[in-house]
């Protein structure tokens, strides 16, 4: 099913061939989108198979991280996911400087993420080394990822991504606040938090015919579960300059959805999987975007349907990390091998509910 539905997408603008919706019939694109995927130290030692070499990527299982959101990635028409590691370079490590096996990006692929996002503070991690690496394994994988640019020539025919969702098409605009001070190796190119570069990003989606523009900046206070001054600055712009939803990251805990048509922001989808378990970083959103087009042709969105998420950590649930949606799994505390963490999330998830008003 994600093979056919990714022949329906153009990788770049200039490869996009678009088929209008079917005019007076009440179609619709589902768009979903899911927070940080990290690969810290003990996620990778979970990964590794029994008697696996840890040199050899194959050895990694990660079969575990979709399996229960799997459902909503087959009822989408697109899913995108910030990736917030480089892949591929060995010795493979965690936090302070992530190198994922490149197996997880596989099993991203395998499940129907259709785009990666690349932009994000953690892309330069690796330097020159991690930047070759990932750009060979997101090319080879055939999946669009968008953020990261093998030089400016290659930014500029490249960014927005434009995808072609079902005749819809989708321009999508990845930025990251920075790169955790660490330099990015020429001729490489990261898409920045610039004013006058995401009005220029922002001008060529439109001029390149975009139906929807969707920012998806990482940016924000990390651990802040609301949106701060910056992050508010920002959306004004990007909302002046003619952009339809924002899609937040960054601050690795999740953030309120405010949808006032016809423009949503999603301030932060916090983590999708980590190891972290300070408090709120278990919770993450699985948002999805339904869109159709109005009467005139125009494309609006009618719907941002979150599903909150948590991720139980190795041996909590399952015996490898997983995340649930949430509203699934109350009531089936029986289920957990560790029932504190299901305590945990009731009273997290409660907390949350309360406080965001949910």
């Known amino acids: 099913m994600h093979k056919t539905r990714r022949k329906l997408l153009a990788l770049f603008a200039g490869l996009a061939v678009c088929q ?30 029994p008697g696996g070499n840890r040199a050899n990527p194959a050895d990694y299982d990660y079969s575990s991280y979709f399996r229960h959101v799997q459902d909503r990635f087959d009822a989408a028409d697109f899913v995108v996911a910030n990736l917030e590691f480089p892949c591929g370079v060995q010795p493979y490590s965690g ?24 932009a994000n503070n953690h892309i330069c991690d690796q330097g020159r080394a991690g930047m070759d690496s990932t750009y060979v394994v997101y090319s080879r994988l055939g999946v669009p990822f968008t953020g990261l640019y093998r030089s400016a020539g290659e930014e ?7 995808a072609d969702i079902r005749g819809l098409r989708v321009a999508f605009l990845n930025f990251t606040y920075g790169t955790n001070g660490l330099p990015v190796p020429p001729p490489y190119r990261v898409s920045l938090l610039d004013s006058a570069y995401v009005k220029e990003v922002v001008a060529r989606a439109r001029d390149r015919g975009a139906d929807l523009i969707v920012a998806l900046p990482h940016w924000g206070e990390e651990y802040n579960q ?44 916090g983590n999708y999987v980590s190891n972290q378990s300070d408090v709120n970083t278990q919770i993450g ?23 909150y998420l948590w991720c139980s950590r190795r041996r909590m649930l399952e015996q490898n990390y ?10 089936r505390r029986d ?4 029932k504190s963490d299901y305590d945990k999330m009731v009273r997290e998830w409660e907390a949350l509910r309360q406080k965001f008003g949910l």
């Open 20 to 49: 209008p919706l079917a005019a007076g019939r009440p179609d619709t694109v589902r768009i979903v989108f899911i927070g940080d995927v990290m690969s810290h130290g003990p996620q990778t030692s979970a990964a590794l198979r």
């Open 95 to 118: 936090y302070p400087f992530f190198s994922a096996p490149q197996s997880l990006a596989y099993e991203a692929q395998r499940c129907g993420i259709d785009l990666f996002l690349a």
């Open 156 to 162: 500029f025919e490249n960014n927005p991504m434009i």
């Open 226 to 269: 609301f949106p701060g001054a910056s992050q508010r600055r920002w959306a004004g712009l990007l909302l002046r300059e003619g952009v339809d939803a924002i899609v937040g990251a960054h601050p690795h805990v999740v953030q309120p959805v405010e949808f006032t048509p016809p423009h949503v922001i999603a301030w932060s989808l």
């Open 285 to 307: 959103l699985l948002l999805e975007l339904t869109v159709v087009r109005d009467g005139s042709g125009r494309a609006v969105i009618v719907e941002a349907d979150p599903t």
């Open 322 to 331: 997983t995340v649930i949606p949430i509203r699934d799994w109350l009531g």
């Open 335 to 338: 289920a957990w091998l560790d």
